[in-house]
């Protein structure tokens, strides 16, 4: 069933009462545009919710256990506050009137309480150049001994090219204070901290592995929360960027498939590294 416009109703009575003097009043017809915007999702605590009108930005953040509703009348109150501007809420949906007649347009944003910060660090990294041709059934293998000495290996699948190898090497590595990645045929093992530590390698016949030192460069992301579902996590590096989006039950160790919620680059040529995070919400 069509709803009737209440506005248009109290407008009728207005124009049927007269002023206190007893002299009647005439409605002028006005110019005046309406706006509106539905909104959508789930607000969480914390979020910014931002209507943003001409140069004018109104913004609500939610509070816990708020509803959609709840930010919709936050929002058209904010607006309803700018010079020339009125404008209700219904539900999710908010209506925004210019009187004077000009664009009312509104364009709704939000942002999330979740941060990221980007540190230098003075990580110590090392190679491992692998070369040859990987035989199924043989193991390549690294040693990391900082005081404490321990092997991680990797036994060559059918199929296995040294790319292959490389990944599983450094997948097999899982020790606290390290982290290790594979680039092509050479593996990166980094000590966050930047303690010295001896890195040995061993290949099987037919194949080498060449530790080498590096002055590769290295930042890390310590991701801060919260983490909401369906938000999605970017990092931004040299041009291209890398996306997670967040499950419930999620935490920072999660987003950042890390033993927690720290994410550590390094680029192995050295020089200069530029990394960005962006949280867009749902």
């Not at 020339?84 to 809420?89: K, Y």
């Not at 110590?124 to 043989?138: F, Q, R, Y």
Request: one cysteine or more; aromatic letters at 4%; a negative charge.
């Amino acid at each position: 069933m069509r709803r009737a416009n209440p506005l248009l109703g109290l407008l009728a009575l207005l124009a049927a009462c007269p002023l206190p003097n007893e002299t009647p009043y005439e409605l002028l017809p006005q110019a005046a545009r309406v706006a509106t915007c539905q909104l959508s999702g789930t607000p969480n605590a914390g979020e910014t919710w931002t209507v943003r009108r001409g140069g004018s930005d109104c913004a609500h953040v939610v509070a816990p256990t708020q509803s959609l509703p709840d930010v919709a009348q936050g929002l058209a109150l904010a607006l309803d506050a700018l010079d020339g501007l009125t404008a209700g809420a219904e539900g999710s949906l908010i209506a925004c009137v210019d009187i004077a007649g000009g664009a009312p347009d509104i364009v709704l944003s939000v942002s999330s309480p979740a941060t990221a910060t980007v540190y230098e660090t003075t990580a110590l990294t090392k190679l491992v150049l692998l070369a040859g041709s990987p035989a199924e059934g043989t193991t390549w293998s690294i040693q990391i001994d900082d005081g404490v000495s321990q092997g991680y290996d990797y036994t060559v699948a059918s199929g296995d090219a040294l790319e292959q190898v490389a990944a599983g090497l450094a997948n097999a590595i899982d020790r606290p204070g390290y982290v290790a990645g594979a680039e092509g045929t050479t593996v990166a093992v980094i000590r966050v901290g930047g303690e010295e530590f001896e890195l040995t390698a061993t290949a099987p016949a037919g194949g080498s592995a060449d530790v080498e030192e590096t002055t590769a460069t290295t930042k890390t992301l310590v991701l801060s929360g919260p983490y909401f579902p369906e938000d999605t996590w970017g990092v931004q590096l040299a041009g291209s960027e890398t996306v997670y989006t967040v499950s419930s039950g999620d935490t920072g160790a999660d987003v950042a498939a890390a033993e927690g919620p720290v994410l550590t680059v390094t680029r192995l040529a050295g020089g200069e590294l530029s990394l960005d995070l962006a949280v867009d919400p749902r």
